[in-house]
């Protein structure tokens, strides 16, 4: 082939090329256009492919979502950081969502064999509820916490349940409050064999799914755990945020407030051994509590929406 003629070829692959990619001209035209057959045409595509003429790139349809979440990862130190669009002001709606994408995130980690160790509540209950697995998981699922009396379908038992059931696992029970009547109580059901092998198993698990709660709303869940806990005093010890019942200042520390010497629930030592710590939290007044959760290091993963995630932001900015 004379170098004239290969240069004549060369020119038609880069205006085919031109037609298709930058154009959006379809291959049909493409042919009718310039005489060409659509055989000649589609293999035409195809040799700039391979020879590596053409660069696609795939753009997220969330725009700045993905950026947004890579800021929070990185300030919060954490691997990955979720943030769904805000689609409505429902906040039924948004947590839906979010726990869409937590799920998402959690089946790209799970595997047979796995243990998941679980909080109750309204986000590790939505989870559940958007849990559609294409197939059944060989794992475990554990409470990580005592149960709350009242509170039947976020209740820690009833989901451990229904994400086993979801999964095609099975689950463990814990028959214990999550917060006991004093330090000497919790220490005594720490010690009941069937409450010590249930948490045992807690703390070799692979996987930690948790709500993060907020404490200084007079409708936070945390303020109903124990008839004993009081409002003022909760504010008075500094607490920003909840994790698996234990309440965390502003450092991400846990604050000195007498509940946290009661709670039946894993430590947060313990919780920092399990190798994937996902979270999900919705709503705005959750911003404080997640920048706090974020400062002690307690996750991997963060399921969040997208006005809470401009929000936990702009407070994590504020420590670098």
Same mark, same amino acid.
């Given at each position: 082939?004379?170098?004239?003629?290969?240069? $004549? %070829?060369?020119?038609?692959?880069?205006? *085919?090329?031109?037609? @298709?990619?930058?154009?959006?001209?379809?291959? &049909?035209? +493409? /042919?009718?256009?310039?005489?060409?057959?659509?055989?000649?045409?589609?293999?035409?595509?195809?040799?700039?492919? $391979? %020879?590596?003429?053409?660069?696609?790139? *795939?753009?997220?349809? @969330?725009?700045?979502?993905?950026?947004?979440? &890579?800021? +929070? /990862?990185?300030?919060?130190?954490?691997?990955?950081?979720?943030?769904?669009?805000?689609?409505?002001?429902?906040?039924?709606?948004?947590?839906?969502?979010?726990?869409?994408?937590?799920?998402?995130?959690?089946?790209?980690?799970?595997?047979?064999?796995?243990?998941?160790?679980?909080?109750?509540?309204?986000?590790?209950?939505?989870?559940?509820?958007?849990?559609?697995?294409?197939?059944?998981?060989?794992?475990?699922?554990?409470?990580?916490?005592?149960?709350?009396?009242?509170?039947?379908?976020?209740?820690?038992?009833?989901?451990?349940?229904?994400?086993?059931?979801?999964?095609g696992g099975r689950a463990l029970q814990l028959h214990a409050p999550i917060i006991a009547g004093s330090r000497e109580a919790r220490d005594t059901l720490l010690d009941v064999r069937s409450i010590r092998d249930v948490f045992d198993t807690a703390r070799t698990a692979d996987i930690a799914v948790m709500g993060i709660g907020s404490?200084?709303e007079t409708t936070s869940t945390y303020l109903s755990l124990d008839r004993d806990i009081d409002r003022d005093d909760v504010l008075g010890s500094g607490a920003c945020g909840e994790l698996l019942a234990h309440l965390i200042n502003a450092d991400g520390k846990p604050c000195d407030y007498p509940a946290n010497d009661r709670v039946?629930?894993?430590?947060?030592?313990?919780?920092?051994?399990?190798?994937?710590?996902?979270?999900?939290?919705?709503?705005?007044?959750?911003?404080?509590?997640?920048?706090?959760?974020?400062?002690?290091?307690?996750?991997?993963?963060?399921?969040?929406?997208?006005?809470?995630?401009?929000?936990?932001?702009?407070?994590?900015?504020?420590?670098?």
């Open positions: 082939m004379t170098n004239s003629t290969e240069f $004549e %070829r060369l020119r038609r692959l880069h205006k *085919v090329l031109v037609m @298709f990619y930058e154009q959006n001209i379809s291959q &049909a035209k +493409i /042919a009718e256009m310039t005489g060409l057959s659509h055989t000649t045409v589609n293999r035409l595509v195809k040799e700039g492919q $391979e %020879r590596g003429l053409v660069e696609i790139t *795939v753009k997220s349809p @969330f725009g700045n979502m993905t950026d947004l979440g &890579a800021i +929070i /990862a990185e300030l919060g130190r954490i691997e990955n950081a979720i943030v769904v669009p805000e689609v409505s002001t429902d906040p039924q709606i948004t947590i839906k969502s979010t726990a869409d994408a937590a799920v998402a995130a959690l089946f790209e980690t799970l595997e047979d064999g796995m243990t998941i160790a679980i909080s109750g509540g309204v986000g590790v209950s939505a989870i559940v509820e958007a849990m559609k697995p294409k197939r059944s998981y060989d794992v475990t699922v554990v409470p990580a916490t005592g149960g709350v009396q009242g509170k039947y379908y976020t209740d820690v038992n009833h989901v451990s349940m229904a994400m086993a059931e979801k999964l404490v200084r039946v629930a894993l430590s947060l030592d313990e919780l920092r051994q399990i190798p994937h710590r996902f979270a999900i939290a919705s709503g705005q007044h959750k911003a404080e509590p997640i920048a706090s959760i974020l400062r002690g290091d307690f996750l991997t993963t963060l399921a969040i929406d997208e006005q809470t995630a401009y929000a936990v932001t702009d407070i994590l900015k504020g420590d670098a």
